[in-house]
């Protein structure tokens, strides 16, 4: 199993500009979620699903899109880049049953910066 | 709203010191508690959880204990090793059919030979 996977690694972007970033798990999980991590912030939850085609938002959801075609993708949208969205981005997965439902694994991250 | 508190760091350790790293928690109900651990350059895997009060979370040397009475989580290891560098953190989930996690701030350790 590969896990959780993220791309790109690394990216850049204007103000303004639109992108999406990947996650995919081959685990069969139910629930994903997008967290970014910011200095002396701790991972901050943007919006989650559990399910294909179930979305909610999370504590930070502003600025940011998601939807779930499928069990095994969760891109994250950025509409319109703005400097605040500058920061690191985890895509993280769990069972949705029984005591593991609440063990997330998470991917390697994006590093994004919006100059 | 849940929150984890957990101590501020940096903390900078010699090899085979104790390791403590406070964690203090406010949460409604019974909430499942988590040590994440994130090596540089990483995402976060989880080092060890404990689902209800009493039970103790080990894995790797590390350990902590739910102490619903004080509402913590402490990290614990006996004889850390340069590896052990890293940030971890502190997370909860309030359960109750929720999947969401609540995290600390993160503390970062140096273990220096």
């Known amino acids: 199993n590969a896990g959780v996977t993220q791309t790109p690694k690394f990216q850049v972007l204007k103000t303004g500009q639109s992108m999406t970033l990947q996650c995919a798990q081959d685990m069969n999980h139910e629930y994903m979620s997008w967290y970014r991590q910011d200095p002396g912030m701790g991972l901050r939850l943007i919006h989650y699903s559990v399910g294909a085609g179930i979305t909610d938002q999370g504590e930070v959801p502003n600025g940011y899109n998601v939807s779930r075609s499928t069990t095994e993708d969760f891109p994250l949208r950025l509409l319109s880049a703005a400097p605040s969205q500058t920061s690191v981005y985890f895509c993280?997965?769990?069972?949705?049953?029984?005591?593991?439902?609440?063990?997330?694994?998470f991917g390697p991250g994006t590093r994004l910066t919006v100059l | 709203g849940d929150s984890v508190t957990q101590m501020e760091g940096p903390v900078t350790l010699s090899e085979e010191a104790f390791l403590t790293i406070n964690c203090t928690y406010t949460?409604?109900?019974?909430?499942?508690l988590f040590w994440y651990v994130q090596y540089p350059g990483e995402g976060l895997q989880l080092l060890l959880k404990?689902?209800?009060?009493?039970d103790k979370g080990s894995n790797k040397g590390f350990e902590a204990t739910y102490r619903k009475e004080t509402t913590s989580f402490h990290l614990e290891k006996g004889s850390v090793q340069v590896s052990d560098s890293a940030v971890y953190f502190c997370a909860l989930s309030s359960g109750a059919g929720s999947y969401q996690l609540t995290f600390g701030k993160g503390t970062k350790l140096s273990v220096i030979p």
């Open positions: 993280a997965s769990s069972y949705s049953g029984g005591v593991s439902r609440d063990t997330q694994y």
């Open positions: 949460a409604t109900g019974y909430p499942s």
């Open positions: 404990a689902t209800k009060a009493d």
